[in-house]
């Protein structure tokens, strides 16, 4: 049952137990005191009754107060945890955005450096990355499919794949002693990763 729902609800329980309970209270007549007259004259006390119906009345009012307030409970403890999942969620998503961002931020200072980068220099720069943000977001991967829903996490998990496998390549040709066409690879790397980052700052939870 949503919150609102809920609420609305617990609002209508306690104002119907409310009402039932005073009229079920109203319902108990209290004793009367009578006063005699002439020989008569002195004091009777009356004992008081009840009216048809008051106790069933003031039980249903009673029974109805206590369910809205254990509704109202429930709403508000409902309303809590969902607080407490949005928040989550959007930190989880944080989270992706950042690891994305740092991958696509060192990519590109790869790219800006290529005309003085040393083989050594390029495969320990690939290997830092490899082994920090790509593997802290692909190991994750399946929370973030969870988070957003499966069509929107292969939006943004395709061009990171297709990124990822060419700066792979890169550090095998770079290792093979092939800089130059290791380097090449940077900048197309870096155009998927740019897909990736884009639709990673669209999601939505």
Sequence with gaps: MEVGLQKILANALLVCGF??????AAGFRQAE??????EQAGTETREGGQESGSVAAFGVGLFLIAAGGILARQAKRSQWNGNQANASAHTGLDFFRNKMAAIYDEVGRLEEERATLASEDFR????????GDC???GSRHEELAS???FAQ?????????TGERLLSRAWSLATDGHLAEALEEIPVARKHLQRSAEAMAGLTV
């Design 19 to 24: 009402c039932l309970g005073t009229v079920g």
């Design 33 to 38: 005191i009578l006063e005699g007259e002439g």
């Design 124 to 131: 320990q720069r690939l290997d830092a990355l490899f082994t």
């Design 135 to 137: 593997f802290d977001l």
């Design 147 to 149: 988070l957003v829903g």
């Design 153 to 161: 996490y292969a939006k943004v998990w395709d061009g990171f794949a």
